[in-house]
């Protein structure tokens, strides 16, 4: 087996060592991230419930119909002895989509009654064995529920990947490069990270800066403007923004290991001119915001500063 701190042959631009871009990523999800009650449980009935629920449906408004759910049917046991009738009819008055959806999970229930006394399989491949639950939902019960999944792979995921590292629109490719990036024995906490990521700050539109994405040191579309993606065909507005400087303070910083404002500036824009619109005045202030973001760390006066990336 590959061992994933050394590997180099990364597809895309997955860093050899991805030492850095993982813990950026932990340190982001785990300081701030939304709030969901199946995000506080390790229970794989209840997370299996929300996992199924949330296949076409948006997630707040999953919560709601998930109390309901388990104030219902509180166990895998309460499931399976229900009458699957009012399974069904509990499904469409919360209008949760395919009512098929419903039955599976009421006899993946009953399997775990019957076929294993109650026990619930711990990895992707037994949890597969239950009706209804493929390879997606298999993996977020094992990685949510015992911190024992592969690397998640859905929509978010790759055009995460697709964007920060350039990782070919390729479904073997972004596995490989989802799984090169996950942290051993920590599926719990990064497929929940990366899929924030995906939902918060790297969507079809992406909040970058707002959502103070913690990959755009090394991220190429924030670096070029361009955030294409195998779901977003066409280029959004960014040519000339503020989002599009700032990712070109970063390019440029990670090429030198520092630069004055006026030798900075340049490289930025080719219209740069210190007492001009587009001078000292307006490329500080990007920087600015790049320390608050804690991207960037500056020093000296204003006519002689010097910036640099933090380390």
Same mark, same amino acid.
């Given at each position: 087996?590959t061992d994933? @701190?050394?590997a180099? %042959?990364?597809?895309?631009?997955v860093p050899a060592d #991805?030492s /850095?871009v993982?813990d950026a990523?932990?340190?982001?999800?785990?300081?701030?991230?939304? @709030?969901?009650?199946?995000?506080?449980t390790t229970? #794989?009935?209840?997370?299996?419930v929300?996992?199924?629920?949330s296949?076409q449906?948006q997630?707040d408004?999953?919560?709601?119909?998930?109390?309901d759910?388990?104030? +219902?049917w509180p166990?895998?046991a /309460?499931l399976?002895g229900?009458?699957r009738s009012a399974?069904v009819?509990?499904?469409?008055s919360?209008?949760?989509g395919?009512?098929?959806?419903?039955?599976y999970?009421?006899?993946a229930?009953?399997?775990?009654?019957s076929?294993f006394?109650?026990e619930?399989p711990?990895?992707?491949d037994?949890?597969?064995?239950l009706?209804?639950?493929?390879?997606?939902?298999?993996?977020?019960v094992?990685?949510f529920?015992?911190?024992n999944? =592969?690397?998640v792979v859905?929509? =978010?995921?790759?055009?995460?990947?697709?964007?920060a590292?350039g990782v070919?629109?390729?479904?073997?490719a972004?596995?490989?490069?989802?799984?090169a990036?996950?942290p051993e024995? +920590? @599926?719990?906490?990064w497929?929940?990270?990366?899929m924030?990521l995906?939902?918060?700050?790297?969507e079809?539109?992406p909040?970058c800066d707002?959502?103070?994405c913690?990959? +755009?040191?090394?991220?190429? /579309?924030?670096?070029?403007?361009?955030?294409t993606?195998?779901d977003?065909?066409?280029?959004?507005e960014f040519e000339?923004?503020r +989002?599009?400087?700032r990712g070109?303070?970063v390019?440029t910083?990670?090429?030198y290991?520092?630069?004055r404002?006026?030798?900075l500036?340049p490289?930025?824009?080719?219209d740069?001119?210190?007492?001009?619109?587009?001078?000292r005045?307006?490329?500080?202030?990007?920087?600015?915001?790049l320390?608050? %973001?804690?991207l960037?760390?500056?020093?000296?006066t204003e006519?002689d500063?010097?910036?640099?990336?933090?380390r």
């Amino acid at each position: 087996m590959t061992d994933q @701190s050394t590997a180099t %042959d990364r597809p895309g631009g997955v860093p050899a060592d #991805p030492s /850095a871009v993982r813990d950026a990523l932990v340190e982001w999800y785990e300081a701030d991230h939304r @709030s969901y009650p199946w995000r506080e449980t390790t229970d #794989p009935y209840e997370i299996l419930v929300s996992e199924v629920m949330s296949q076409q449906t948006q997630l707040d408004r999953v919560v709601d119909a998930w109390e309901d759910f388990l104030d +219902r049917w509180p166990t895998a046991a /309460a499931l399976a002895g229900a009458d699957r009738s009012a399974v069904v009819g509990f499904w469409t008055s919360h209008s949760l989509g395919y009512n098929n959806r419903a039955k599976y999970l009421h006899e993946a229930a009953g399997q775990i009654v019957s076929d294993f006394d109650g026990e619930w399989p711990r990895d992707p491949d037994g949890l597969s064995d239950l009706m209804g639950v493929g390879p997606y939902t298999a993996n977020a019960v094992a990685s949510f529920a015992f911190n024992n999944g =592969n690397a998640v792979v859905d929509t =978010n995921v790759k055009r995460v990947l697709y964007r920060a590292f350039g990782v070919p629109d390729d479904d073997s490719a972004f596995e490989e490069a989802a799984s090169a990036l996950m942290p051993e024995g +920590r @599926s719990r906490v990064w497929n929940n990270a990366i899929m924030e990521l995906g939902g918060v700050a790297c969507e079809k539109t992406p909040d970058c800066d707002g959502a103070q994405c913690p990959w +755009r040191e090394w991220c190429q /579309a924030y670096e070029t403007g361009d955030f294409t993606a195998p779901d977003v065909p066409t280029q959004p507005e960014f040519e000339g923004s503020r +989002r599009q400087m700032r990712g070109r303070v970063v390019a440029t910083l990670k090429e030198y290991d520092e630069l004055r404002l006026d030798e900075l500036g340049p490289r930025v824009r080719v219209d740069y001119a210190p007492q001009g619109e587009y001078g000292r005045e307006w490329l500080r202030g990007l920087l600015s915001d790049l320390e608050d %973001d804690g991207l960037v760390e500056c020093d000296g006066t204003e006519g002689d500063v010097v910036a640099r990336l933090k380390r």
